[in-house]
């Protein structure tokens, strides 16, 4: 999932300054399940705006901002600007497929997961060539300030990594858990990954 930070309301309100009438678009998948962006939210920021002499068209919605077809779908109700909960991409989607004026009202954070909705986690930076098979799934890339994909750096305090000391170090992780799998710990070989996968803006193309 792609997890996103609601941005102070305050700050949403500078945002619209010129504008009178608002719309709020919120996303059930992502920012959702985040609880920064879902209906729970749209109507929470719907109703500051309002307090603080908005006029709020509409508050919507919908499963996948960032599902083009589905946006397309979409018939607003005269407004003049709208407030976009959604992930960069599904903010992106609706202000492509609009003349409406759109805003962001949050930041997109990273892809990861989360537990309960409470904490969520870094998972995978989208490198574009994925090597988690040899790492007993588990991702160095993502998961190690400084991204190291063949070894550890040796700065790890009692297992606890040198940047983030609230954290195991990656690399121990790993090797703890292809033990586990009995599987073998390739430590300094070199693993190889395609970063011209991530040439921005990439773009895939489903054969169908
Ligand atoms: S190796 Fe790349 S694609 Fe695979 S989880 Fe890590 S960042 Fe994501
Ligand atoms: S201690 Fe481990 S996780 Fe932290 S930067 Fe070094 S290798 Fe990466």
């Not at 790890?156 to 703890?176: K, L, P, Q, S, Y």
Request: net charge neutral; with cysteine; charged share 25%.
């Amino acid at each position: 999932m792609v997890v996103v930070e609601l941005k102070p309301f305050n700050e949403i309100l500078k945002l619209i300054s010129p504008y009178k009438k608002v719309t709020v678009l919120g996303c059930e998948i992502g920012s959702g399940r985040c609880m920064q962006g879902g209906l729970r939210e749209a109507k929470e920021i719907a109703q500051f705006l309002e307090n603080n002499g908005k006029e709020i068209t509409e508050v919507l919605t919908i499963g996948g901002t960032c599902l083009i077809e589905k946006v397309r779908k979409l018939e607003f109700k005269e407004t003049d600007v709208i407030i976009s909960l959604a992930c960069g991409a599904g903010t992106q989607v609706v202000a492509e497929e609009t003349e409406i004026p759109v805003v962001t009202g949050v930041s997109t954070l990273f892809i990861g997961a989360d537990c309960h909705r409470e904490v969520f986690y870094e998972y995978c930076i989208a490198c574009g060539d994925c090597i988690i098979s040899e790492t007993a799934g588990i991702c160095p890339i993502a998961r190690c300030p400084k991204s190291l994909k063949n070894s550890p750096c040796g700065g790890a305090i009692n297992g606890m990594c040198e940047v983030n000391n609230d954290t195991e170090c990656v690399w121990f992780t790993i090797e703890r858990k292809l033990k586990k799998l009995k599987q073998p710990f390739r430590i300094g070989e070199p693993t190889f990954i395609d970063f011209s996968r991530s040439n921005h803006p990439r773009r895939f193309k489903n054969e169908l």
